[in-house]
């Protein structure tokens, strides 16, 4: 093939890549160099849309071409390759200037030794030009281990004033090493810049910028600092901000859009800043579209007064205004917004948060004639439940697990297609059709032969269904395919069946040897697998390298358990106590950019076996900003030792911690009374609500003393409040916000949050009903059950009988219904218990769950049988403990469909109603 004519072949093949699945996607064995060079020219191009085991298929691939094409050797092992080419030797320096031109962004997928095979002046001209930042710009996603290899070869090259010189040419980098030496504070807002599209969630990189503010900030005042810092002046203090004068400070938030992220005591400071004392005065859109970065801290009471005639029809500030916004404000800026347009109006112009907080009841007057009204939105669960059943456009198929077993040879190249790009999410976890899907996949692949002859090729066919196969089946597999199944698996399965779990980290540890000898690239590609277990995950090595590797993983994990967090807090008061000793023994220097140890010193190992005494540390403001949730597992005696400057400069961070224990709040209440007391009436609102879930540690008097504002309920709701503790907090509240009851708003009901549980009984009587009616879809309270006994009263007076309820319904009542007596309980009809929320089901008292049927408990659904408390189970019949045990296992008595073509509502809930994705079996796909 000439050259034109390859050319031509590559441009019609880069559409198709970006959307190609990974078993699709096959790279010749052998070209030449220069058709490598413009093969890898478009492979560049597709690299963003590209699947992670695609990119690492083309990094294996063009590592083979470069070898053979430029070297005559192969990397082949010798029973996988039929090349006669002999084996390339280890000491091997294929990655030359020329490799690293043309691998572009893939070099962020080479393995860190691969960095060793680059002769050092190559690799130094490649850190020197534009080609490398151009590289990290493009990557989401390092290692740990080779960033940090990565930072090592660039010190090499740019030692002492050289590094803060060429500090620019880092790009992305830090990112994902979370370190850098000490750097001037020109250097340091150079550095500053090229981070601005770091993720926010790791708190290793919130550290890292911190840092760099602070040293950024040495020669400037905040305000010359908020013109030079961009998206990092959310990292200042409130105090910084306030010091910045109004109009300096209105066009730095204009910059900088909507993505900014502010603590709750920053919003109070800048709107303060921005608005004055105008707490509730009315709001131009103008005004509201320049303050979108901060709409977070606006009050409700001036949300509710924006009209529809100034922003409705601008879509994207809309999106914009609301995307960070709690749930309380959207339902103010709903209302508002409901003064001057109709809901049919709302429902075609609003998009996102906003329009998911439309209830009901305001949804039910919208006069739905086609599917194109609903199309190309995002609903809430219970809005789309009750859309499924207005338009009536889809319909059940009754695929049993007998079923998918039963079907023929000639529909597997359709379901494996299907298969491969298929979002399971849809199906419950526990369904059998999971299980029998798998199994029929499986089938489908080998035909009847031994699973030894699968190809990794093959298992990428299950696509999510890999997450399915049994240890027992993943052990027959050859070698390497296990290897690119576990590492698989790790990647990208965000659940893995329960029950088979222990045999496969078994087979983790048969495969890839001890833990506690786990290089820092093994833990990063599998160790996933590994956190599964809490006692693995607690035995894990304090080696240096883990901490940083554990943050990076935790973004792969549906689910932070309480060992990843203790293991977490163990890694960083370790680090950090011995990096402040290091710091304080003789003959150390704090110096700077000539010092590269700071990046270096985690390659160091401790082997696991560590002596020192984590309950001698004493809590420091780095440990503490760092360690975020975390800080709940220092003793009450560690955090008794805090500095209260430390404390005051830190409050906000340990505030949010939820799950204090009596002698911990004890501890932090004798600190925040030395620096915001002593007396309870001296303590003011922002300092109430920096101190958060801290003011758990008043008394029941002094609670009604605080001056807790609405704004700050959304977070301090979701501290561990006892009963007696709520009333009193709601006393508190109604007093400084001069609420009356009977004259709540819908969005204030919304705003008290789990305050809400604090009314009396007679209180909750006097709620307007149909304000709660409008607001009772957004609150996502867990009240005590005598609380929500009369709540129940209040959703019978607003929804009519239980019996009648549908299956929308129950999903917008969310938590209440676990207010319903035994007899309203088994009133509901079977079909919309798969449509209770699953946090409500362990809130169910044993009695009420006992006076349902068979059919209701079988009727539940296989997750939501799963969730089910011992203490319930123990309170069921034999019969019924049947009934729901066939629940857990995804078996369902048939329902037959009703009359009006809607969707029979089965155990598989809401996979029925959204996206039944046993269209598959029939080659279709409605995702």
Not at 70 to 92: D, I, P, V
Not at 113 to 139: I, N, T, V
Not at 848 to 869: K, Y
Request: proline fraction near 5%.
């Amino acid at each position: 093939m000439d050259s034109q004519d390859y050319d031509k072949l590559l441009w019609a093949a880069k559409p198709a890549l970006q959307h190609m699945p990974s078993s699709k996607m096959k790279l010749p064995n052998k070209i030449g160099g220069q058709k490598v060079k413009k093969m890898m020219k478009m492979l560049k191009e597709v690299y963003d849309p590209m699947p992670e085991d695609q990119k690492k298929k083309v990094v294996k691939w063009v590592k083979e071409q470069i070898t053979q094409n430029y070297f005559n050797c192969t990397l082949r092992e010798a029973s996988n390759s039929r090349s006669h080419l002999a084996h390339c030797k280890s000491s091997l320096k294929w990655l030359n200037s020329e490799a690293l031109s043309m691998m572009g962004p893939y070099v962020t997928r080479l393995a860190p030794h691969d960095l060793d095979s680059s002769p050092k002046e190559k690799l130094c001209d490649y850190f020197g030009s534009k080609k490398f930042k151009a590289a990290m710009a493009m990557a989401t996603k390092i290692n740990p281990s080779l960033a940090k290899r990565f930072l090592q070869r660039f010190q090499e090259c740019f030692t002492g004033e050289e590094f803060a010189e060429n500090v620019d040419k880092l790009g992305t980098l830090p990112c994902h090493t979370y370190d850098v030496p000490d750097l001037t504070a020109v250097a340091s807002r150079t550095l500053l810049t090229e981070l601005e599209n770091c993720s926010s969630d790791n708190p290793r990189i919130k550290k890292l910028r911190m840092k760099l503010v602070q040293s950024a900030m040495s020669d400037l005042s905040p305000s010359e600092a908020v013109n030079k810092l961009g998206s990092s002046v959310t990292l200042l203090s409130p105090k910084q901000l306030s010091e910045i004068p109004k109009d300096v400070l209105k066009k730095a938030l204009q910059n900088l859009g909507s993505n900014a992220q502010w603590t709750q005591g920053q919003l109070q400071t800048l709107v303060k800043n921005q608005l004055g004392d105008k707490k509730c005065a009315k709001i131009s859109g103008t005004e509201l579209k320049t303050l979108q970065s901060v709409a977070r801290g606006l009050p409700s009471c001036m949300l509710e007064q924006v009209s529809a005639s100034e922003i409705l029809n601008d879509t994207e500030a809309l999106r914009n205004i609301s995307k960070r916004m709690k749930k309380g404000q959207l339902k103010a800026m709903l209302q508002g917004l409901r003064s001057s347009a109709d809901p049919s109006e709302l429902v075609k112009k609003l998009h996102g948060p906003l329009l998911q907080s439309i209830s009901l009841s305001t949804l039910s007057t919208v006069n739905f004639s086609s599917v194109d009204q609903v199309e190309d939105k995002i609903w809430s669960l219970a809005q789309a439940a009750y859309l499924a059943k207005k338009m009536e456009t889809l319909h059940q198929l009754n695929y049993s697990p007998s079923d998918v077993t039963a079907l023929p040879d000639s529909v597997c190249p359709v379901l494996l297609d299907k298969m491969e790009v298929a979002n399971m999410s849809c199906l419950p976890l526990r369904s059998l059709s999971r299980l029998a899907l798998s199994k029929r996949a499986l089938l489908c692949l080998t035909n009847g032969a031994a699973l030894s002859g699968l190809t990794a090729e093959n298992v990428s066919r299950l696509g999510q269904l890999i997450c399915e196969l049994q240890p027992s089946q993943l052990s027959q597999m050859a070698p390497s395919v296990l290897n690119f199944s576990l590492q698989t698996m790790a990647a990208s399965c965000q659940h893995i069946p329960p029950r088979h779990r222990e045999d496969l980290i078994q087979l983790v540890k048969q495969t890839y040897g001890d833990p506690s000898d786990w290089s820092p690239e093994t833990m990063e590609e599998v160790g996933p697998l590994l956190l599964l277990d809490d006692n693995a995950t607690s035995a894990l090595p304090n080696k240096p390298w883990m901490r940083d590797t554990l943050h990076f993983l935790k973004s792969r994990l549906s689910k932070i358990s309480d060992a990843l967090r203790k293991k977490i807090f163990d890694l960083t008061t370790m680090s950090t106590s011995k990096a402040t000793r290091k710091k304080r023994s003789p003959g150390n220097s704090n110096n700077n950019s000539n010092n590269n140890s700071n990046s270096t010193s985690d390659q160091s190992s401790d082997g696991g076996g560590s002596t020192h005494d984590l309950g001698s540390a004493i809590p420091n403001e780095t440990m503490i900003l760092e360690l975020g949730m975390n800080n709940v597992y220092w003793t009450p005696e560690q955090l008794s030792r805090i500095d209260p400057d430390v404390f005051l400069n830190t409050v906000g961070t340990l505030g949010k911690v939820t799950d204090y224990s009596e002698d911990q709040l004890a501890a932090l209440k004798v600190l925040a009374l030395k620096k915001f007391g002593p007396e309870i009436t001296d303590i003011e609102e922002d300092e109430v609500t920096d101190m958060g879930c801290i003011t758990q540690s008043f008394t029941n008097e002094e609670l009604e003393q605080l001056p807790f504002s609405l704004t700050s309920l959304a977070e301090i709701g979701k501290c561990g409040w006892n009963e007696s503790q709520l009333s009193s907090v709601w006393t508190a509240v109604a007093k400084h916000n001069a609420l009356v009851v009977e004259n709540l708003s819908s969005a204030q009901m919304i705003e008290l949050s789990l305050i809400i549980c604090g009314l009396s009984a007679e209180d909750i009587g006097k709620l307007n009903l149909t304000a709660f009616g409008d607001a009772v879809g957004s609150m996502d309270v867990k009240c005590s059950y005598e609380v929500s006994q009369h709540f129940s009263k209040l959703l019978m007076s607003a929804y009519g009988d239980p019996g009648n309820w549908t299956p929308a319904q129950v999903t917008d009542l969310g938590n209440m219904i676990a207010g319903l007596g035994g007899e309203q309980l088994a009133s509901l009809d079977s079909s919309v218990f798969s449509f209770i929320s699953a946090s409500c089901i362990p809130l169910i008292p044993p009695s009420s769950l006992a006076a349902l049927s068979v059919a209701q408990l079988e009727a539940l659904g296989p997750d939501n049988a799963a969730l089910v408390t011992d203490a319930q189970r123990s309170a069921l019949r034999e019969d019924q403990v049947a009934a729901l045990e066939k629940a857990t296992t995804g078996g369902s008595r048939e329902q037959p469909a009703p009359g009006s073509g809607a969707p029979s509502l089965s155990v598989e809930g809401i996979s029925a109603v959204m996206k039944p994705l046993l269209f598959l079996l029939t080659g279709f796909l409605l995702l």
